[in-house]
């Protein structure tokens, strides 16, 4: 096992690390943002897909088989970005030859703070969030297996539209987290060009965009009536 403990301790393993698991959670976050704009075509269309999700692979696989198997993922995926990020940290803060240049305001140092605060945000917001969307623990009048009605109900009210504003927030913090992090990505694989680094800006801004606008579409539509 000494090519996992190789990957784990050296600084260029845990990149690997973020990265493979980043485009997981990448991946992730843009085929959820698509899912959702089922919203916009009526209850019947996303209450629809929520159940699709559940018996995906039936009968082969159980009820809920692989929509537990992709929970599983995710988990072991979000844990090992923050450990590795956590780890990456703190290799950098040794390596550090004095406090004063860690003071010093780069813009390396900008990115990597943007990311850490990003990265607390974004997983506060997902931890309220299944507890709103998916366990209806904070959501009064939850149902079980209606997502559309949840969502509307989500970000109705005063409650809802303080949720609504919390979401919009983090979906904000997560869209310059996505940036920055597609962005490292192309770094960490080695694609650093002068020549290709336009294409790399354009295509983590493009990214970043389109999830974040879809992203905050959601509670913006319930509280203008749109979705109702
Ligand atoms: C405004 C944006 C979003 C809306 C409206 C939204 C809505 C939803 C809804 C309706 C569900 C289904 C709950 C169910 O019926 O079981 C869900 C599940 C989920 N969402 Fe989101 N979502 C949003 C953004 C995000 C983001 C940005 C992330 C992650 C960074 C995320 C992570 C999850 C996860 C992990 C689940 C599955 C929970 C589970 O079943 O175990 N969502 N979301």
């Known amino acids: 096992m000494s090519w996992f403990s190789d ?12 990265a493979v698991t980043g485009i997981i959670l990448f991946g992730f976050v843009f085929i959820h943002m698509v899912g959702n704009l089922k919203v916009y075509t009526g209850a019947e269309h996303m209450n629809a897909y929520g159940d699709f999700l559940r018996q995906v692979g039936a009968p082969a696989v159980p009820p809920n088989g692989l929509l537990w198997l ?14 590795a990020a956590w780890s990456l940290t703190q290799m950098a803060k ?8 860690f003071k ?3 813009h390396t ?3 990597s703070r943007t990311m850490r605060w990003g990265g607390v945000i974004v997983l506060l917001f997902i ?3 299944i507890l709103h969307f998916t366990t209806g623990t904070v959501l009064p ?3 079980p297996h209606k997502p559309y009605e949840n969502l509307v109900r989500g970000f109705s009210g005063t409650l809802g539209t303080i949720s609504a504003i919390f979401y919009i927030v983090a979906n904000i913090a997560l869209g310059m987290h996505l940036y920055h992090g597609v962005w490292s990505l192309f770094q960490s694989l080695g694609w ?6 336009p294409w790399r800006s354009w295509f983590a801004h493009g990214f970043a965009w389109v999830i974040t606008l879809g992203n905050i579409s959601f509670p913006l539509a319930v509280m203008a009536g749109l979705v109702r």
Do not use: C, Q
């Open 127 to 129: 931890i309220y969030h």
């Open 70 to 83: 992709a929970r599983l993922v995710l988990l072991a995926s979000a844990g090992l970005h923050i450990w």
């Open 109 to 111: 140092n900008y990115a």
């Open 94 to 101: 040794a390596a550090r030859p004095s406090r004063y240049e």
């Open 192 to 197: 650093s060009h002068p020549r290709f680094n």
């Open 141 to 143: 009048g939850f149902e």
């Open 7 to 18: 990957l784990t301790r050296s600084a260029v393993g845990k990149k690997a690390v973020m």
């Open 104 to 106: 010093e305001k780069n």
